[in-house]
């Protein structure tokens, strides 16, 4: 069964930093794309960032991609968000996300998805 896991969310000042986790099994995931989207009340899911786990390539929202550094660790199957310099609008529930054949921006077209981990920023 697969299983994505997320964790490292909380309440921090505007300025702050976080580094959200996300714990993958249930499978190999060599060949996938691990991503990483949030989502605020009453707003459409939105990609923050992706890595392919095979090559290590990234990618970022343009947004947001000054503040961001997305990694993985395989000996943990574990892949990390740094997320740097927040702000009151990045208050949201950040998912995990996996998938093979996909649109890195486009989260339907991902396979598996973690329960998600609240980030509030506080102005």
């Known amino acids: 069964q697969v299983q994505l896991v997320e964790s490292g969310g909380g309440l921090v000042q505007a300025g702050g930093s976080l580094r959200l986790s996300c714990v993958a099994s249930g499978r190999t995931f060599s060949s996938y794309v691990m991503g990483w989207f949030r989502q605020a009340p009453g707003k459409a899911r939105e990609f923050v960032a992706a890595?392919?786990?095979?090559?290590?390539?990234?990618y970022y929202a343009d947004s947001m991609k000054n503040r961001l550094t997305i990694s993985r660790d395989n000996a943990k199957n574990t892949v990390y968000l740094q997320m740097n310099s927040l702000k009151s609008e990045d208050t949201a529930v950040y998912y995990c996300a996996a998938g093979l054949t996909i649109v890195v921006a486009v989260p339907t077209t991902y396979s598996y998805w973690g329960q998600g981990t609240q980030v509030t920023v506080s102005s």
């Open positions: 890595i392919r786990w095979s090559s290590g390539n990234t």
